[in-house]
């Protein structure tokens, strides 16, 4: 297919239909709405079900309820509308539902703006709901990369029967790019589901419940799912290094699309002598600490830049012991860094500066 020139959040949305999802249940709010705006229109043609829900609360409900039934099924918001659906969310992560959710990132706290940010990492990696457990948690840096991983998460949250949350700053969902669509995956094509509550008929009866009023069964499905999560953990740790062969200056940290500012101002301090290179997580759950660990052994310094006051920062950290000295560049509350901010903080850390 060739490629075509394509709003984030609209090329999210052909990326789901492509994927096999056909239910859609949400609620509109910026800066994300052209999902919802574009699925509302082309669902009618493939046969699928759109729903704007009355709240993001009865949203997340209904993505329950479709799930259950063995359906593929989506859901976008924004920042608070994620605060919203965080119960809903532990209920499907109790009930092992399989399901897709999509952040596009505002700035906050609060109602905050509509401006990008990456300022719900901890609410995505360690705070999105009550109880014992976990997401898996994508965050792409371009609008080919948000495809490639929506059409992919679909098969992630049904092999492990488990939500997973792309997580997008507000740039992914408003910028255009070029991207080439994956193919449209017939619906016969998708993995059959003998858990799924679909009816008696011809089969013993299936429940779906996160209600266990026995303590030890609730201890022993709370470590059924450790047990799912520790799978996860091994086996979809992912991550991109740019520039990091060899002894580095500084190795700096960056997620989502503050990655590419960074290269643009990593190439500069390059050119100028310097020796720079980026380590970018994909996964923020599962964290790849050990390959960051390994990579930031060449680095004489680290440095983590994101569009927050420093929450990966946490896990950076974490990877690299209390030891290792980490520094911090951000911006918050719709404040993009440029090439020449990120330029100027390599300078400070490193003590080696570049012209643009």
Not at 23 to 43: A, C, D, H, K, M
Not at 86 to 110: F, K, Q, T
Not at 163 to 187: A, N, T, Y
Request: some cysteine; aromatic content about 8%; proline content about 6%.
């Amino acid at each position: 297919m060739a490629k075509v020139l394509m709003k984030g959040n609209e090329a999210i949305g052909e990326a789901a239909i492509r994927a096999g999802c056909r239910n859609f249940f949400g609620y509109p709010i910026t800066p994300q709405s052209e999902v919802p705006e574009y699925l509302s229109r082309r669902f009618p043609e493939v046969g699928g079900t759109y729903v704007q829900a009355e709240s993001e609360v009865a949203a997340i409900n209904m993505l329950y309820g479709g799930a259950g039934v063995g359906k593929r099924v989506l859901t976008t918001s924004s920042s608070p509308g994620i605060s919203l659906m965080s119960e809903g969310i532990s209920y499907i992560a109790a009930c092992e539902l399989p399901v897709v959710l999509v952040n596009i990132v505002r700035g906050g706290p609060g109602l905050g703006g509509i401006l990008p940010a990456q300022s719900d990492y901890h609410q995505a990696t360690r705070g999105i709901g009550h109880g014992d457990f976990r997401l898996l948690v994508l965050a792409p840096a371009s609008v080919q990369e948000a495809v490639n991983l929506i059409y992919e998460a679909f098969d992630l949250a049904d092999r492990y029967r488990n939500p997973v949350l792309i997580l997008g700053d507000g740039m992914i969902g408003q910028m255009m790019e070029p991207v080439e669509f994956p193919p449209m995956r017939p619906l016969d094509s998708l993995p059959e589901k003998p858990w799924a509550a679909t009816g008696m008929k011809d089969r013993p009866q299936n429940v779906i419940n996160s209600l266990y009023l026995n303590e030890h069964e609730l201890n022993a499905h709370n470590f059924k799912l450790k047990a799912k999560y520790d799978q996860v953990a091994r086996e979809q740790v992912r991550f991109e290094t740019w520039r990091c062969d060899g002894d580095l200056d500084v190795l700096v940290v960056a997620f989502g699309t503050m990655a590419r500012i960074v290269k643009t101002a990593l190439a500069d301090f390059n050119a100028a002598g310097g020796r720079g290179g980026v380590f970018r997580p994909i996964t923020l759950w599962p964290y790849p600490h050990e390959q960051l660990r390994e990579t930031a052994r060449r680095a004489k310094k680290v440095l983590v830049i994101e569009m927050n006051t420093g929450q990966m920062i946490d896990d950076v950290r974490m990877a690299l012991g209390p030891d290792r000295e980490v520094g911090f560049f951000g911006r918050t509350g719709g404040v993009v860094p440029t090439p020449d901010d990120v330029l100027a903080a390599i300078g400070e850390v490193t003590g080696k500066g570049a012209a643009r």
